[in-house]
């Protein structure tokens, strides 16, 4: 089993940057794919980002590409996403999440955290 905490949200203003970090407990966290997704209210969960069980391959939605990057340290066992020109579009909680293979469906993915609120103002 993975339990992961998420870490790094707030509030900030549109155009800013903030860095979310998620940490994973477990010894195989090398081996798992890692990805991020954001849920506004009202909305359904969506993907955000995913990175492979190097770091080697990474994957984004269109809305946020360019923007944001996904990164992991196997040795800290942590996973994080840097968020830059934040738009208050991008306003939602945000969760981390674990898989053995590159999925962008929240169903393909086996573990979750509890996730962490980002509100970008205008």
């Known amino acids: 089993q993975v339990q992961l905490v998420e870490s790094g949200g707030g509030l900030v203003q549109a155009g800013g940057s903030l860095r979310l970090s998620c940490a994973a407990s477990g010894r195989t966290f090398s081996t798992y794919v890692m990805g991020w997704f954001r849920q506004a209210p009202g909305k359904e969960r969506e993907f955000v980002a995913a990175i492979s069980w190097s770091g080697g391959s990474t994957y984004y939605a269109d809305s946020v590409k360019g923007r944001f990057t996904i990164s992991r340290d196997n040795a800290k066992n942590t996973v994080y996403l840097q968020m830059n020109s934040l738009k208050p579009e991008d306003t939602a909680v945000y969760y981390c999440?674990?898989?053995?293979?590159?999925?962008?469906?929240?169903?393909?993915?086996?573990?979750w955290g509890q996730g962490t609120q980002v509100t970008v103002s205008s």
């Open positions: 999440a674990v898989t053995p293979y590159i999925e962008t469906r929240p169903g393909g993915y086996h573990y």
